[in-house]
């Protein structure tokens, strides 16, 4: 539907005076172009707010009943894509400035010539395709990010589904648990997208990914020179979340001395950057995420429960594949689809042994681990139906009567929980990752970094070279300037 061709956008002339009006239409009406008349301005405004492919109105101002800045106002409101061109006689500064205000509006003045209206018609019928691919944009965001990107038809998702349409557009703190993989993150993005915060940012903190060293200048900003390596002030993602959405991921595992700060920043809704005095309004909505139980962690006195009822606003539970089998097959398909697109391999379906493995497979790593089985199962396909051969090893287990599946399946499922930044990985690349994650510890000291790695300073400053491809500043340049006042 949305995929067919634009049509040409439909320009309304209104004037009550039918001999000009008539005059402006028949300039208008080149190549083809659709014009229709109106005598009125409310006439007007209703056509355009039923017809999505109207683009221009051109106006005359003085007119009985709405004048033409009156009708440029109403369509701001009712249809800010549309352009407006007024009619206006030689030096109406007054009406001028007004339209300057409403963005999409120009002017032509009387006597109207007839290249000069052609002209603005034209840039202005610009304008209104710029401001109408901007809302094609959109309309692809909603798709990736709204409640169509999540796939569900279980019983268990309608009620989920039931629940975020009616807590969306609220600014009610949300709790999202489930197990990994089970789609939290997708249902926090689809919150902030259905939400009137969507044109404001949406921004999200992983707690269990950032040393607990960094994450608190993380959520409030730090001053300049509030602690060693703090060369220069840095926003928070509290500050950065103003007038939109903070999404807390893994928050099970923020330290508890700033669990006791971010409770105040809830109650008071003000925000102190690390080492500063003033405090800011703060204005976010909270969607928290975990895939621990909140109250167990309180028992074991790891979480704060008088934070854990602050957060917990509205609880959505997302549950695990295995509770829910009638989406898998829904699922299977959706991601065939996307991953045949992406990688462009004509794969069009599963044969029925392909997908009969599919839904007896337990899938402890969720919807992800069945995501980037398709993806595998995409790229070994030779025919165009994906088989139980084409299925990742642990899948199709049993189903190719091998016997070696429970195996597989209790050690993947192992190492996915215990490890799972290891897996599937090569050397290098844990080494990359093992440098990374130091030296993002040690605040970007590479002194201190290369100490917790025990490896020599020069190795580290060697392999940080390489990661760069090799390129970049001398070694002793780039020492000064990391380590700066330590150095
Ligand atoms: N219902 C769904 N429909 C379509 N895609 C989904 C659905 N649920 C999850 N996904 C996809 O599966 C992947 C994992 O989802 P997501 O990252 O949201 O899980 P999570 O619950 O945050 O996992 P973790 O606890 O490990 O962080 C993502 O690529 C997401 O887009
Ligand atoms: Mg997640």
Request: aromatic fraction near 4%; hydrophobic fraction near 40%.
């Amino acid at each position: 539907m949305s995929d067919a061709p634009p049509r040409e956008p439909l320009v309304l002339v209104v004037d009550d005076d039918a001999g000009s009006r008539r005059a402006m239409a028949l300039t208008l009406t080149t190549d083809g172009r659709r014009v229709e008349e109106f005598g009125d301005a409310d006439s007007a405004l209703s056509r355009a707010i039923d017809d999505p492919s109207v683009g221009l109105v051109v106006t005359d101002l003085k007119m009985p009943g709405k004048t033409g800045i009156e009708l440029a106002t109403d369509l701001a409101a009712a249809r800010p894509d549309v352009s407006v061109l007024l009619v206006t006689a030689f030096g109406d500064v007054d009406t001028l400035l007004k339209a300057k205000d409403l963005g999409t509006v120009d002017y032509v003045a009387k006597p109207v010539g007839r290249d000069d209206l052609r002209l603005r018609a034209s840039a202005a019928l610009g304008r209104a395709r710029q401001a109408g691919e901007i809302k094609q944009l959109r309309e692809r965001l909603d798709k990736r990010y709204g409640f169509e990107a999540i796939v569900g038809v279980s019983a268990v998702m309608e009620r989920v589904f039931d629940v975020l349409r009616k807590v969306a557009p609220t600014k009610m703190n949300v709790l999202i648990t489930g197990e990994s993989g089970t789609g939290k993150e997708l249902v926090a993005n689809a919150l902030h997208h259905n939400s009137p915060r969507r044109p404001r940012a949406f921004v999200a903190l992983n707690c269990g990914a950032i040393p607990r060293e960094i994450i608190e200048s993380e959520l409030f900003g730090h001053e300049k020179g509030a602690f060693t390596g703090a060369l220069v002030k840095r926003m928070g993602r509290i500050e950065q979340a103003h007038g939109g959405t903070l999404f807390l991921d893994e928050v099970s595992e923020m330290p508890p001395d700033l669990q006791v700060k971010f409770l105040r920043v809830l109650e008071e809704r003000r925000v102190t950057p690390v080492g500063g005095n003033d405090s800011k309004e703060s204005d976010f909505r909270l969607v928290s995420a975990t895939n621990r139980d909140l109250k167990k962690e309180i028992e074991a006195g790891r979480f704060r429960q008088d934070l854990y009822y602050r957060i917990k606003g509205v609880v959505v539970d997302l549950p695990p594949l295995r509770e829910r089998r009638e989406d898998l097959a829904l699922l299977a398909e959706r991601f065939r689809e996307v991953f045949a697109r992406e990688h462009d391999r004509p794969v069009t379906g599963f044969t029925s042994a392909a997908l009969s493995a599919l839904v007896q497979y337990p899938w402890p790593g969720n919807v992800r681990e069945m995501k980037s089985a398709i993806e595998w199962a995409v790229f070994s396909a030779a025919g165009p139906r994906i088989e139980v051969a084409d299925l990742p090893p642990d899948v199709k287990g049993d189903a190719e009567g091998e016997g070696s599946g429970e195996e597989a399946r209790a050690e993947s499922a192992g190492y996915g929980s215990s490890s799972p930044i290891l897996i599937g990985k090569t050397m290098a690349e844990i080494e990359k990752e093992a440098i990374l994650i130091a030296l993002q510890a040690s605040g970007g000291n590479r002194r201190k970094a290369a100490e917790r790695l025990d490896i020599g300073l020069r190795t580290l400053q060697r392999k940080l070279k390489e990661y760069r491809g090799g390129v970049g500043g001398d070694d002793g340049e780039d020492e000064a300037d990391d380590d700066g006042p330590e150095s």
